[in-house]
Structure formats: C-alpha cells, structure tokens
C-alpha cells in the first residue's frame, strides 16, 4: 500500500505508451483518459476530399485582392462555414477565378498577378507556427486586463 502511494501522480514509461497512475490505482493513458472510459472523435475529410466552393461575393477577373480579402467558402456540414482568405503577404489582379462548384483542397482556385509574378492559391495556407502573423498596426494596451485573483493563487503562490 506505501509503495502504490509512492507511485501515485508520477509518470512511467512503458513500451506502448506512457501512463500514470490517478488516485484509484487505474491506468491513464497520458491523454487524461482513464482505461474503460473513451472520448469518440468526430469523423474528417482525406485531402482527396472534395469540397463545394461557394462565396457570397466571389471576386471577378480583373478585380485588385489583398491579403485578407475573403475569395470563396466552403460548408464543412450544416452549422461550419470555413472562408478561404488571401494569404497576409499576397495581393495583385485577379487572372482567373475558380466557378462555384466542388474541388479538393491542392485544386487552383485563384490567380494573382502583381509585378510581372504569378500567384496560385488554393483552400490550403501553410504558416509556420513560428512565425508572427502581419497585422497593420499593434494597438496599446491602455487598459490592464483584470480578472481578479484566485483564492488558491493568494494562498499558494
């Protein structure tokens, strides 16, 4: 009984996976998961999946797009509505625009032009997380963010 409260709280290595052991002496499964109780995951998409294009204003051949202008959308079902943005650092004329109808998500759907360089885009931005997000301009913080202080951080801080 010493030995099994020694154990509880720290964390083993095994070959499968690593585990703890929570106050009842089970298993966990690193993920906060307990053995015999699940958390079933939603269902997605493969890259090869086709998705329906639509947008409330699609931009037309000739049009000036910056970054951050919405070309298009995409329903993932009845209550998701995802808009496809033109990356930060893009911008030019409109060459060629892809018609409302279903693509996957490497498909071409827009064409910029800006000095004599040709932009393609699809659904997909990749962004390293590293890497700060432009924004126009940074606003001060003039006013601190209050949110009062928990009791257990007065008492053990």
Not at 10 to 35: F, I, P, T
């Amino acid at each position: 009984m010493i030995e099994l409260k020694r154990e509880m709280g720290k964390v083993k290595e095994s070959e499968e996976r690593w585990r703890e052991l929570e106050g009842g002496g089970r298993e966990c499964d690193g993920a906060g998961r307990r053995d015999g109780e699940s958390v079933n995951r939603a269902g997605r998409r493969g890259r090869g999946a086709r998705w329906p294009l639509t947008g409330p204003v699609l931009p037309q051949v000739g049009s000036h797009v910056t970054g951050g202008d919405v070309y298009g959308s995409v329903l993932e079902n009845s209550l998701i509505r995802h808009q496809i943005l033109v990356p930060p650092r893009s911008r030019g004329t409109v060459t060629f625009i892809a018609e409302a109808g279903h693509y996957d998500i490497t498909e071409v759907l827009l064409e910029l032009v800006f000095e004599e360089q040709r932009e393609q885009l699809t659904m997909v931005q990749v962004w390293p997380v590293r890497q700060v997000r432009p924004v126009s301009e940074k606003l001060p913080s003039n006013h601190p963010l209050l949110t009062g202080q928990r009791v257990l951080d007065a008492l053990f801080p």
